[in-house]
Nanobody, 126 residues
């Protein structure tokens, strides 16, 4: 059984920054492709960022809406994945979810992930 626990969400003004963390247990993140998704009120959950397995070179891939502002990273020693979010905009307001996929490369589709966290709320005020 794999558990993913997100933290780091909160309320921030537009232009500000937040760093989300996703602590994993039950499976080492180095053996998984990891991803971040988000769901805004009244909208479907959407892909944000993904990183391949560690020995895949740590390849990353981002949604166009966050490219250049968000950075996904991992600390294998802590079994934790991060999402650094800079230059936040009100449209970034959503519940952010961490997910793990039994895959080698980057993954951007929800169905490719088999474990999900409970989500953490990010609210960006204008």
């Amino acid at each position: 059984q794999v558990q993913l626990v997100e933290s780091g969400g909160g309320l921030v003004q537009a232009g500000g920054s937040l760093r989300l963390s996703c602590a994993a247990s039950g499976r080492t993140i180095s053996t998984s492709a990891m991803g971040w998704f988000r769901q805004a009120p009244g909208k479907e959950r959407e892909f944000v960022a993904t990183m391949s397995r560690s020995w895949g070179g740590g390849v990353t891939y981002y949604a166009d809406s966050v490219k250049g502002r968000f950075t996904i990273s991992r600390d294998n020693a802590k079994n934790t994945v991060y999402l650094q979010m800079n230059s936040l905009k009100p449209e970034d307001t959503a519940v952010y979810y961490c997910a793990a996929a039994p895959a080698f490369g980057v993954r951007s589709k929800e169905w490719e992930y088999d474990y999900w966290g409970q989500g953490t709320q990010v609210t960006v005020s204008s």
